[in-house]
């Protein structure tokens, strides 16, 4: 069964970025589809970002920005998220989710997709 560790998160200020990082340890990484998903206190799970199984395809919401950018490198077992120009309205806990499924497009950024959760790193933002 694959673990997914988070980490990067932090403070940071309005305009500035973070790289998150999904690491993935007790299994090969590379045949799981993998998306971030943030929340903030009370709220559903917004979908940030999702990527295939070999990096080929990635996945955005559609009013994404083109601020977020989802990496993987297989290698190091390990899903990136790189956040530029952050706002306030950032701010909100991270998870990491994988799926053993090749999931694409509706499938990728929905939640009920995803089994394997990390436990989220805090992200946020001030003005």
């Known amino acids: 069964q694959v673990r997914l560790v988070e980490s990067g998160g932090g403070l940071v200020q309005a305009g500035g970025s973070l790289r998150l990082s999904c690491a993935a340890s007790?299994?090969?990484?590379?045949?799981?589809?993998v998306a971030w998903f943030r929340q903030v206190s009370g709220k559903e799970h917004g979908f940030v970002a999702a990527?295939?199984?070999?990096?080929?395809?990635?996945y955005y919401p559609d009013s994404q920005e083109g601020r977020f950018t989802i990496s993987r490198d297989h290698a190091e077992n390990t899903v990136y998220l790189q956040m530029n120009s952050l706002k306030p309205e950032d701010t909100a806990v991270y998870y990491c989710?994988?799926?053993?499924?090749?999931?694409?497009?509706?499938?990728?950024?929905?939640?009920?997709?995803?089994?394997?959760w990390g436990q989220g790193t805090q992200v946020t933002v001030t003005s």
């Open positions: 989710a994988a799926s053993g499924s090749y999931l694409s497009n509706d499938y990728a950024r929905d939640m009920r997709e995803y089994n394997i």
């Open positions: 990527i295939s199984w070999g990096g080929s395809y990635t």
């Open positions: 007790g299994h090969t990484f590379s045949k799981y589809t």
